[in-house]
């Protein structure tokens, strides 16, 4: 008996085409839920605005280690913009693509679900990082902030801060049973994370040993590696360590205990 | 002898969660071109079974053939080929038609022509619409076109009817028809009776994880006890005896003003015989035949929770 055959059609479409299809539609997504736009863009580039219009946030202060309020907090702004993005808004966003079944109805195509996880970490990640670039941008055009004469460390500080977060939004993804424990872990990871970054204490205002701490978690030393570039220095090689440690593992750990239904 | 292999070719499929044995032994066949039904109640392996088909599962045993591939080993091209429309499946809120049918057409090597599809499927004045604000019926029809987008030669489609209002589901049955109709084959996934009996060319009914029978819905009623029932109001009175002697009666009872005639084989012409010779009219005369529902009930005769629902289901349908 003969069998019936596949037709001779290549299986798969272009995979480069389909993963920018994949971005298009996820940033559009993220554009319409409007919440990446106001938290991740609009409110950080606006905190800048407001710091940058109060008088003698550009003097240097003893208490911030020399550096100026402004100075102090364009790094920070940074890694709130990531944080949010990428921390907050895209676990509980991925969980509900498991929860309704969006990445099962995926997986009965023949592109990977994988790949629209890809799209998103890639749509949230490039969110947060874009942002950061906008913000050094206005910080030198409108405060007079330094241009890093490391550019190239400055990227490389946030390419790596951007992995790390990822890679923890990845985790709250992977670990989270529903869409509302995702968006309850995910909230509460950004208090602890903050903190570290030196919203609420700057890094220069903190007790040494609460730094020493800072300097070990990845907005810490997020936060250290940027400062160090805006201030015209290469970021510290085990600031970069920490960043890149802090991205394998929870990449890893992410894989490894991802459910995709 | 046939020439056209079948499409799919499932032999002694096993596939267990745990402890739980969700499908125990499962052997079928389905030809190009038929609306091939799998029946049963909830929770006996159908949707295990088309998982497992559709290369969504890894099974523990036995094999299965899509177009000649292993669906577990060759992913990518049966997915190219199998359309597969899944219970629960959902699409981001804030996607619209348009956009949802375009990237998943982009998905595949050789797509259909969506805009074709959104006519055939009535999608048109949706294809602005999130998928959000969409109507039930509605999502399910862009479910329908997700399946179809890839150009596959198979359709699988799981409890497509399940959650639409009556008309909505007769609406979609119409279109099961016209995709066949396109020659795609359609593996129809379903636990309502007048569903399968309207649709399906043949069906294999599933419970507890095994097939019990492979028939045309027709042959599945068949199969079942031939006892007929005649109900009519006599024009005037006459003895039971005149009925009761027939060969092919078994009974005759009264209720009310209606005589009821039980009996196998050609009650109804008997019946009439007689009473014309009498010269007794029998007014509002009704035949009840077994329908697939009994057929259903009497080979998935235990009766769980979920075929006295699946029965309550069909009552409220008709």
Same mark, same amino acid.
Not at chain 1, 4 to 22: D, I, M, Q
């Given at each position: 008996?003969?069998t ?19 971005l298009r539609?996820? $940033? ?64 509980? @966003? ?31 990640a !490039?969110?947060?990082?874009?942002? +950061? ?8 055009? $409108? ?13 490389? $500080? ?24 995702? +968006?309850?872990? +995910? ?9 570290f $970054? !030196? ?32 201030? !015209? ?11 890149? @440690?802090?991205?394998?593992?929870? @990449? ?10 | 002898?046939?020439?056209? *292999? ?22 079928l ?12 109640p909830n &929770? ?27 669906p ?7 997915r190219?080929?199998?359309g ?40 048109? *004045? ?44 007769r ?11 396109? &020659? ?17 060319? =043949?069906?294999?009914?599933?419970? #507890? ?7 045309t ?9 031939? =006892? ?69 009930? #009497? ?5 769980? *929770? ?13």
């Open positions: 008996m003969t019936a055959t596949l037709h001779a059609t290549p299986a798969t479409a272009p995979s480069g085409r389909v993963f920018r299809n994949l539609s996820e $940033a559009l997504l993220a554009w319409r839920s409007g919440a990446a736009v106001f938290w991740s863009a609009f409110l950080p580039v606006a905190g800048l605005v407001v710091i940058g219009s109060i008088s003698g946030t550009r003097t240097p202060q003893d208490g911030l280690g020399g550096r100026s309020v402004l100075d102090t907090y364009l790094p920070i702004l940074m890694m709130f913009s990531l944080t949010i993005s990428v921390v907050t808004l895209m676990p509980p @966003g991925l969980a509900i693509y498991r929860e309704k079944g969006i990445l099962r109805r995926l997986s009965t195509t023949p592109v990977s679900p994988s790949r629209l996880l890809g799209a998103q970490a890639t749509i949230y !490039g969110l947060g990082v874009l942002v +950061s670039v906008v913000l050094l941008v206005v910080a030198v055009a $409108a405060y007079d902030v330094r241009l890093p004469d490391q550019l190239v460390g400055f990227a490389l $500080a946030l390419v790596l801060v951007g992995a790390a977060t990822t890679g923890l939004g990845l985790v709250v993804a992977a670990l989270a049973p529903s869409t509302r424990v995702a +968006s309850a872990l +995910s909230t509460l990871l950004f208090f602890p994370l903050m903190f $970054a !030196g919203l609420w204490i700057p890094r220069a205002a903190m007790p040494s040993g609460l730094r020493a701490v800072s300097d070990w978690t990845p907005l810490g030393a997020g936060v250290r590696a940027i400062q160090a570039t805006v201030d !015209g220095n290469w970021p510290p090689v085990s600031s970069l360590l920490v960043m890149a @440690g802090w991205a394998v593992v929870s @990449g890893v750990v992410a894989a490894r205990t991802f459910r995709w239904e | 002898m046939t020439t056209t *292999p079948p499409v799919i070719e499932i032999d002694h499929l096993s596939k267990s969660y745990g402890t739980k044995r969700a499908v125990v032994d499962v052997s066949s389905v030809e190009e071109g038929e609306i091939f039904g799998i029946l049963g &929770g006996s392996g159908k949707t295990t079974t088309v998982e497992c088909v559709s290369g969504l599962r890894h099974r523990d045993g036995g094999s299965i053939r899509v177009l000649g591939a292993d577990q080993t060759h992913r990518d091209a049966v190219a080929q199998v597969v429309q899944l219970q629960e499946a959902e699409l981001p809120a804030k996607l619209t038609v348009r956009e949802a049918l375009a990237l998943y057409a982009s998905f595949y090597p050789d797509p259909a022509d969506w805009r074709e599809l959104v006519d055939v499927l009535g999608l048109g *004045p949706s294809l602005g619409t999130r998928f959000g604000k969409l109507s039930g019926g509605q999502q399910q029809r862009l479910s329908i076109a997700l399946a179809l987008v890839g150009n596959p030669r198979i359709a699988i489609l799981d409890e497509l009817t399940t959650g639409l209002d009556p008309a909505a589901r609406e979609t049955w119409d279109l099961i028809e016209s995709v066949r109709d396109r &020659g795609v084959t359609v593996v129809l996934v379903t636990h309502f009776m007048q569903e399968a009996e309207r649709l399906c060319d =043949r069906l294999a009914v599933i419970d #507890a994880g095994e097939v019990v029978a492979i028939d819905p027709g042959g599945l009623v068949e199969r079942l006890d031939t =006892r007929q029932e005649l109900r009519f109001r006599p024009s005037q009175p006459f003895d039971d005896a005149l009925l009761g002697d027939l060969g092919p009666v078994d009974g005759v009872v009264r209720r009310g003003g209606e005589v009821h005639v039980t009996g196998t084989g050609d009650v109804l012409g008997a019946v009439v015989t007689a009473l014309a010779r009498a010269g007794i009219v029998a007014e509002g005369l009704r035949v009840q035949q077994p329908s697939l529902d009994d057929a259903f009930l #009497a080979m998935v005769g235990h009766t769980t *929770p979920a075929a006295a629902e699946t029965a309550t289901h069909t009552q409220e349908q008709s």
